[in-house]
Structures are given as structure tokens and as C-alpha cells.
């Protein structure tokens, strides 16, 4: 039996790209594979793009020719099994995607509340892993399509795009017949053990979430997400959330030459007159009075350095 993605991963044959808590890998098989007991130790969903594929779980078998797609939850088994293909190489885009990346999904991509749009159906997947097929949409099949030049092509904004991408392809998932799984999926998973707060909030304390989304997003009720953050920072959420959001205006004001609107917005803040009085309290001083200041020394610097 291998594990994957584990498997995968240390093969040489792999061209592989990483995005924060999920990866995506172009995997190629150069000859004919025996059957294989495959383990899947992260959500898994598969495009075929050359070669054909069977995929046997104990309670069906899935065919997966060029453009076929399949999903395999965390923690399933399955038999791997190629077919021939006239001795051309198989080859299939993988996505490996872990819980902490599919719980941020649910949150910047405005998904909430789950459980509300999938009651009938949550219960079936909360304990057994899951296995469903994929009808691949025109959507679904440009937002593949586009990820392929980022093995060969890849540049300094790679793995922000890469997220992107894989947002695309996860919400083109849900114009699929498979919307009902996918949902079902994302509720089970938000319902399940808490995200690492700490690392959660220092990663994302600038996004425009409220109270409630921050709980969601974190595994937790806003009672228990109220209690740990307390028991964790010291301090009440939205206390820590605005002298966060000011430190990194602060940051980047005095380093980059961005407008005081942009700025603004980038550190968190929804408000422009709310920001500038929330920043004159904490630094006794304006954004654009700081800005002024910091380029007049910039400037001071240089005409001494030039003498």
C-alpha cells in the first residue's frame, strides 16, 4: 500500500507547485502500473488528461479517461489501476488540498453558513471518507487549463496566483452536478477540530471578516473563539484585530509610497476617516502627516549623502 500524496511527492518524475496549505501536482506515469492500494492522506480531486485510469473503492468502480475527474476524501482507499494507451504516457493534474486551506476557501469565498444549504446531506459524509466523479464543466476544464503553464513558467507571484487559480477551480466545482457533495464536504469539515488560532489571525487579521466569520473560519462558536483568543492574546478580538490592522499601516506607510486610501484598505480598514482617527490616536500623528515626514528624511538623506 503508498500513501498519498507521500508517494507522489518523492518521485522524480513529479513537477510539483505549492500554495500555503495546499499543493497541486502534475503527476506522470511513464509506463503501464500494476494494480495499486493507494492510502489518501489529504483531499484529493483528479483530472485525467492522458491515458486512462480505473479507480476501484468498495463500492464502485470509477473509468477515468482523458478529461475525467474524481474526488478522493482524506482518508480513503482505493485500488489503483492503468490501461493501456498505446504507449503514451499517462498524465494527470492532481490537487492535494488540506483542511486549513479548504476552511479559508469557505470563509474568503463568502460560503457561510453551510450547514444551512446542506442539512439533508451532511450526515453522510462527517465519518466515512468520500468518493465522487466529476462531469467536468467548460468552466472547471479553463480554470485546469490555466494552471498548466505554472510548471514550466513560474514566476515570484506564483504562489499567489496558484491560490487563486485553485479558488477557481474549487467554486467552478460548484456548477457541477457535484455541488451537493462539494458543499457537504465543506460543511463537515468546518464543523470539525479548530484551526490554529494564533497562525490563523497573524495570517489574516486584514481580511474585511467579522467576529462570526473569524469563529467560522477557525473551527470554533464565537463564544469559543471569544474565549481562546483571550486565553491566547490577552486582549479582545477586535481590540487585537485594530492595533494589528495599525501596525501594518503604519509599516506601510513608512516603506512604501502607496496612497493613504490604498493603504487603508490594504491594512483592513473599511473606513477612511475611521482609519485616520483610529491612527492619529495610537501615533499622535496623521498617515499622510507620517508619509510627508518619512519622505522629507528620505530626501534629507539624500542631498547629505550626495554631498
Not at 500494476?34 to 488528461?49: A, G
Not at 469539515?189 to 477557525?218: G, N, W
Not at 506607510?253 to 483592513?268: D, F, I, M, N, Q
Not at 485616520?276 to 508619509?291: A, C, D, M, N, S
Request: net charge neutral.
Amino acid at each position: 500500500m503508498i500513501k498519498v500524496p507521500e508517494y507522489l511527492i518523492s518521485q522524480q518524475r513529479l513537477y510539483a507547485v505549492e500554495a500555503d496549505e495546499a499543493t497541486y501536482v502534475e503527476y506522470v506515469q511513464l509506463h503501464r502500473q500494476t494494480r495499486k492500494v493507494v492510502e489518501v492522506t489529504k483531499h484529493t480531486l483528479m483530472v485525467t488528461l492522458q491515458g486512462e485510469k480505473i479507480v476501484h473503492t468498495a463500492h464502485s468502480d470509477y473509468h477515468l479517461a482523458p478529461g475525467a475527474a474524481i474526488f478522493l476524501g482524506k482518508g480513503a482507499y482505493v485500488t489503483s489501476e492503468l490501461l493501456a494507451a498505446d504507449n503514451k504516457a499517462y498524465q494527470a493534474l492532481l490537487f492535494f488540498l488540506d483542511d486549513g486551506f479548504l476552511n479559508t476557501f469557505i470563509t474568503e469565498s463568502n460560503l457561510l453558513p453551510l450547514t444551512e444549504l446542506t442539512s439533508e446531506k451532511l450526515g453522510n459524509f462527517q465519518n466515512d471518507p468520500i468518493v465522487f466523479s466529476i462531469v467536468v464543466s467548460p468552466f472547471l476544464k479553463a480554470g485546469v487549463d490555466s494552471l498548466l503553464p505554472h510548471f514550466t513558467h513560474q514566476s515570484i507571484y506564483s504562489k499567489h496566483l496558484v491560490k487563486l487559480k485553485l479558488y477557481e477551480v474549487l467554486l467552478s466545482l460548484l456548477e457541477t452536478s457535484a455541488k451537493p457533495a462539494v458543499f457537504s464536504l465543506l460543511a463537515a469539515i468546518s464543523a470539525q477540530q479548530p484551526l490554529d488560532l494564533k497562525s490563523f489571525m497573524e495570517r489574516h487579521f486584514t481580511e474585511p471578516y467579522t467576529l462570526p466569520q473569524f469563529a467560522t473560519a477557525t473551527g470554533r462558536s464565537l463564544t469559543s473563539f471569544k474565549r481562546d483568543f483571550a486565553d491566547l492574546f490577552h486582549d479582545t478580538p477586535k481590540r487585537w484585530i485594530t492595533q494589528k490592522r495599525l501596525e501594518r499601516a503604519h509599516l506601510l506607510l513608512s516603506r512604501t509610497g502607496k496612497p493613504v486610501t490604498e493603504v487603508c484598505y490594504e491594512a483592513g480598514f473599511a473606513n477612511l476617516s475611521h482609519f485616520i482617527v483610529l491612527f492619529k490616536e495610537k501615533y499622535q500623528i496623521t498617515p499622510k502627516q507620517l508619509q510627508q515626514k518619512v519622505g522629507s528624511n528620505h530626501r534629507f538623506q539624500t542631498v547629505a549623502l550626495g554631498n
